[in-house]
Every structure is written in structure tokens, then in C-alpha cells.
């Protein structure tokens, strides 16, 4: 097989678009994929300060090179979960990718700085692990945007990701997560603007990214996302992918073209009615936000 930009013999091979690319080209096609996604959602205006949540896996570290080659101004942000060895290690990771390039990553350690780590924390807080630990990462990747003046938050959610919790809020129809499942959500009401830039990428070729761009990231997954609901969805979708390359993508973009409109009203309007929690300040339902109700049940 041939690269389809340059005609060099081809390294890899991307059947959602048909395609075969040799390592240059795989490279700049990933840049480009990005680009385009920044692009058509308005994602980054010029001269902004973007924050990039880097776990250390193959996402976020393909995002935050890929937003450095594209000239923006991107810091990491690093949070340890407490989560044994692999946080250990992802934290290696991240670091290493930050000094090598000479990049700027933020740090904060979870039971260091807040007090307990996800397992004890999903625990005492009767919360799945994943449950405690995705509102923990919401709750602190935004105070830390907030706090450093970042005028963005990007994650590194690539197309495999959102087209699986897009199958589950619809499998459930969650209508209100399906308002919310958005690849920008604006900024507003104590939150900064966030932008997953990936969802344009699937996890095979952010992870040949790394690979070809000579990225060392955790390969591990997380021991705590077993039996995880999310796993199963991306499997069945897999299955789908296999049989019709190029479903995942319609699947996700045909949702945002045609179906998330009809959602976002409900959403917007509860955003709207959310009133800064007594102890922190966050938006939230209650008066007590629900991190900080975690912090105070983990703490004791
Ligand atoms: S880190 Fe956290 Fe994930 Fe581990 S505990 Fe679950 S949510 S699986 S991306
Ligand atoms: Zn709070």
C-alpha cells in the first residue's frame, strides 16, 4: 500500500477514510485532522492560554504535541488520582514528555493536596471509582484553568470515546448528558471554555501518532475502569466499526449535525439555574457542590 499523499510505501493504514500514510504524512494528517475540528468549532481564538488535562496516556500527550506543532499556546495540567502504580507511572510519563520538550505542566496531587485518593474517596463516598474520580477531574481541571488564567480547557476525548458515551446517554437517552455532549462547551458562569480537539481522531491513531512521533506514554489502562460500562460500549461499537468502516464517525457527527440541537435547550437551561456553591464557589444544583460533599465525606 502507497501513501496516499506522497506515494511513499505506507506504514499504516486508516479505513475509515480508505487511506494508507507513510510516517510524515500520518503525522501532518493527524496536525490537520486537529486543525480542522479547532477550526469548524471555533475551539481557540488567537493569542488564548489553553490548559491541556494530561493523564499521561496516548491522548493527551498526542494532543498537547499536536496543539504545540500548531503554534498554540498550551500548557499541561497534571492530576495524580492516588491510584497505586499506574498513577505512579502516568505521572513519569507526563513529566518526561514535559521536559523533553520544555514544556510547562501543572501539577496536583489528589491525596497530597486534597486529602484522599479515588479508591478511599469512591468508597467512603458509596460512588463507582470512575464516578468519584470523573468529578474530581471536572471539579479541579476547571478551578485549575480558573485560577491560572487559562482562557481553555482541552481534554484529549478522541472520536473513539464520544461516539461510545454518545451510544450510552442513548441507550439510556439521557436527554439532559445529551445536551451537555458537546465538543465545545462555552465558557460562562464560573467554568472556562472546553474543547476536546481528538474527537475528529480514533485511540488507534493517537496511539500511532505517539508511536511515530516517538511519544513514550502509559500503556496501561486504568485498573478501576474494569467492568466499566463505557468498555462494553466501545466494544460493541468496534464491532460495528469493523463490519462498516467509517461508522463511528457518522454516528457521532450525524448526532452533532442533526440530533444534539434538539437536546441543548435542556441543558443550557439547567446550566442556567445552577447557583455557586456555599463552600467553593463551582455552579451547582444544591448549595453544597458535589465535590466538595465528596472532600468532606473522604475527609472524615
Ligand atoms: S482514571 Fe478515573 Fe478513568 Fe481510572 S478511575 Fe475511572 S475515570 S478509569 S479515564
Ligand atoms: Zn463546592
Redesign the pocket.
Given at each position: 500500500m502507497k501513501c496516499r499523499r506522497c506515494r511513499q510505501p505506507a506504514v499504516i493504514e486508516v479505513r475509515r477514510h480508505n487511506a494508507g500514510f507513510c510516517r510524515d504524512c500520518f503525522l501532518h494528517h493527524c496536525r490537520e485532522q486537529v486543525r480542522r475540528t479547532i477550526d469548524d468549532f471555533g475551539m481557540i481564538g488567537p493569542g488564548e492560554r489553553v490548559l491541556v488535562a494530561v493523564s499521561g496516556g496516548k491522548d493527551s500527550l498526542a494532543l498537547w504535541d499536536i496543539l504545540g506543532d500548531l503554534g498554540v499556546d498550551a500548557d499541561g495540567l497534571y492530576l495524580g488520582?492516588g491510584?497505586g502504580e499506574y498513577s505512579g507511572d502516568s505521572g513519569r510519563y507526563a513529566r518526561a514528555y514535559a521536559e523533553g520538550r520544555g514544556a510547562k505542566l501543572v501539577e496536583i496531587d489528589l491525596p497530597a493536596d486534597v486529602g484522599f485518593d479515588?479508591p478511599t474517596g469512591a468508597r467512603v463516598a458509596h460512588r463507582a471509582?470512575?464516578s468519584a474520580?470523573?468529578l474530581s477531574k471536572r471539579h479541579l481541571f476547571n478551578q485549575a484553568a480558573v485560577d491560572g488564567g487559562y482562557d481553555v480547557l482541552a481534554t484529549g476525548h478522541n472520536l473513539d470515546d464520544e461516539a461510545a458515551v454518545l451510544f450510552g446517554n442513548v441507550l439510556r437517552w439521557s436527554t439532559d448528558y445529551l445536551g451537555r455532549q458537546l465538543p465545545v462547551l462555552p465558557a460562562g458562569n464560573g467554568f472556562v471554555r472546553k474543547v476536546k480537539p481528538l474527537v475528529r481522531l480514533g485511540e488507534r491513531e493517537s496511539a500511532a501518532y505517539c508511536v511515530l512521533a516517538g511519544i513514550d506514554y502509559q500503556v496501561e489502562e486504568?485498573p478501576?475502569?474494569e467492568g466499566?460500562r463505557h468498555l462494553g460500549y466501545k466494544e460493541a461499537l468496534n464491532a460495528v466499526e469493523e463490519r462498516s468502516p467509517g461508522s463511528k464517525h457518522t454516528f457521532y457527527f450525524g448526532f452533532l449535525e442533526r440530533a444534539s440541537p434538539l437536546f441543548t435547550p435542556e441543558a443550557r437551561a439547567e446550566r442556567d439555574e445552577l447557583r455557586p456553591c456555599a463552600r467553593c464557589g463551582t455552579p451547582t444544583p444544591g448549595d453544597i457542590c458535589a465535590f466538595c460533599r465528596l472532600v468532606e465525606r473522604a475527609a472524615t
Open positions: 488520582l491510584i479515588i471509582p470512575c474520580c470523573g486504568c478501576m475502569a466499566n
